[in-house]
């Protein structure tokens, strides 16, 4: 049976994320310790905060080698909101910060037209960019609950999987090999979003 660990570094709806992978009938674990992230067939890694705080925990807690070593060798990787900027090369949240560097880009402030407000908060309407196990069952557009006042800009835009709008399109999934990451919460996004942890739980 494969083993499904949710990062615990404080800062993420971790239970929630467990509740909802229960209501899709799969079992997961909720660790900070390295040696359950090493032994992970597949890793959730989930989070709401400020980016330098997630960092300066993930360091502290000794959680970035085993992290970086599971996206490595290939095994199933799952970042969720937070936890999808912190696979990019830095953010300019309260500053510039590093980032985990799994893919390149930046993490930059919404800027939006008077009338809109920071943070983005609600549902919006996500659009598949790609062919992806990930979106199997799911309708096109899918409907998935946001809440955040930063998003990703990669290098690369071949890397990004979906996109929604705030009021311009932004990436609200990337994907790139064993990796895939979303920036809306999966957890708080009832049908959809369970069909999607769901297909990342059991996608080969």
């Known amino acids: 049976m494969e083993r499904i660990v949710i990062v615990n570094y404080g800062m993420g709806n971790l239970r929630s994320v467990q509740k909802a992978l229960?209501?899709?009938?799969?079992?997961?674990?909720?660790?900070?310790?390295p040696e359950d992230v090493a032994n992970a067939?597949?890793?959730?890694?989930?989070?709401?905060?400020?980016?330098?705080?997630?960092?300066?925990?993930?360091?502290?807690?000794?959680?970035?080698?085993?992290?970086?070593?599971?996206?490595?060798?290939g095994k199933p990787f799952l970042g969720i909101c937070l936890g999808l900027q912190l696979l990019f090369t830095?953010?300019?949240?309260?500053?510039?910060?590093?980032?985990?560097?799994?893919?390149?880009?930046?993490?930059?402030?919404?800027?939006?037209?008077?009338?809109?407000?920071?943070?983005?908060?609600?549902?919006?309407?996500?659009?598949?960019?790609?062919?992806?196990?990930?979106?199997?069952?799911?309708?096109d557009p899918c409907f998935m609950y946001f809440v955040h006042s930063y998003y990703v800009r990669p290098a690369d835009g071949s890397v990004i999987a979906a996109e929604t709008d705030y009021p311009t399109p932004f990436p609200?999934?990337?994907?790139?090999?064993?990796?895939?990451?979303?920036?809306?919460?999966?957890?708080?996004?009832q049908k959809h979003g369970l069909a999607l942890l769901h297909n990342f739980a059991t996608s080969s």
């Open 22 to 33: 229960e209501r899709c009938g799969v079992a997961a674990v909720i660790s900070d310790q």
């Open 172 to 189: 609200a999934a990337v994907r790139s090999n064993n990796v895939f990451a979303v920036q809306f919460h999966p957890e708080k996004s």
């Open 41 to 73: 067939d597949r890793l959730i890694l989930p989070g709401v905060g400020a980016f330098r705080d997630a960092m300066d925990r993930l360091r502290s807690a000794n959680l970035v080698e085993p992290i970086l070593e599971h996206i490595r060798i």
């Open 90 to 139: 830095k953010s300019y949240e309260d500053g510039e910060h590093q980032g985990l560097n799994v893919l390149g880009g930046d993490v930059v402030r919404f800027e939006v037209p008077e009338g809109l407000k920071v943070p983005h908060m609600g549902w919006n309407a996500v659009r598949p960019t790609r062919p992806d196990p990930i979106w199997n069952g799911l309708p």
